[in-house]
T-cell receptor, first 112, second 113 residues
Framework: DVKVTQSSRYLVKRTGEKVFLECVQDMDHENMFWYRQDPGLGLRLIYFSYDVKMKEKGDIPEGYSVSREKKERFSLILESASTNQTSMYLC???????????FGSGTQLSVL | GNSVTQMEGPVTLSEEAFLTINCTYT??????LFWYVQYPGEGLQLLLKATKADDKGSNKGFEATYRKETTSFHLEKGSVQVSDSAVYFCALILTGGGNKLTFGTGTQLKVEL
């Protein structure tokens, strides 16, 4: 069965901390994505990657960066966490363009 | 720009009731349309999709028809079960737009006995 694994289910950080969210997929997918999910706003795309060492900005990249050193791993980095980055973060992957996305279970991040 | 509008929830139904969740879209090109479902504590998973006008997507008793004339993709099910309780997301992707899905805000469905 296909699997997208996010490293933490719940995370609590302090304002100003550097935060790493990790995502690993075991399906040899080319594409990987980071979304945040907020009540009333749905899912918003932060960054995505079509290949190793390649990244593109989504709709809300400010305050975030990403890293994709290996095909199976896509990391989201909050350089200096702020309270408005408290959210549910969802990682997803897909094999190719227009193929369905497979999602991880999400990381609920709270920034205090 | 591209956008997806869904009816607000929560929608509360009794078991075996008929379900409709409305979804309309705005797109600059020719989108493919999707419904994703998120069960409690889980990530999203694809429920069904339609790639061109008049296509009907179906899965697990759910159906949605791609209506270009009304720019809609309403989700329907004839008889809901308690296990259908979840959040449902309508989404679109433009042909040639890579894999950048645009999601609606989600509609929570609660089914009671």
């Amino acid at each position: 069965d296909v699997k997208v694994t996010q490293s933490s289910r719940y995370l609590v950080k302090r304002t100003g901390e550097k935060v790493f969210l990790e995502c690993v997929q075991d399906m040899d997918h080319e594409n990987m994505f980071w979304y945040r999910q907020d009540p009333g706003l749905g899912l918003r795309l932060i960054y995505f990657s079509y290949d190793v060492k390649m990244k593109e900005k989504g709709d809300i990249p400010e305050g975030y960066s990403v890293s994709r050193e290996k095909k199976e791993r896509f990391s989201l980095i909050l350089e200096s966490a702020s309270t408005n980055q408290t959210s549910m973060y969802l990682c997803a992957s897909s094999f190719s363009t227009n193929e369905k996305l497979f999602f991880g279970s999400g990381t609920q991040l709270s920034v205090l | 720009g591209n956008s997806v509008t869904q009816m607000e929830g929560p929608v509360t139904l009794s078991e075996e009731a008929f379900l409709t969740i409305n979804c309309t879209y705005t797109a600059t090109g020719y989108p493919s349309l999707f419904w994703y479902v998120q069960y409690p504590g889980e990530g999203l998973q694809l429920l069904l999709k339609a790639t061109k006008a008049d296509d009907k997507g179906s899965n697990k008793g759910f159906e949605a028809t791609y209506r270009k004339e009304t720019t809609s993709f309403h989700l329907e099910k004839g008889s809901v079960q308690v296990s259908d309780s979840a959040v449902y997301f309508c989404a679109l992707i433009l042909t040639g737009g890579g894999n950048k899905l645009t999601f609606g805000t989600g509609t929570q469905l609660k089914v009671e006995l």
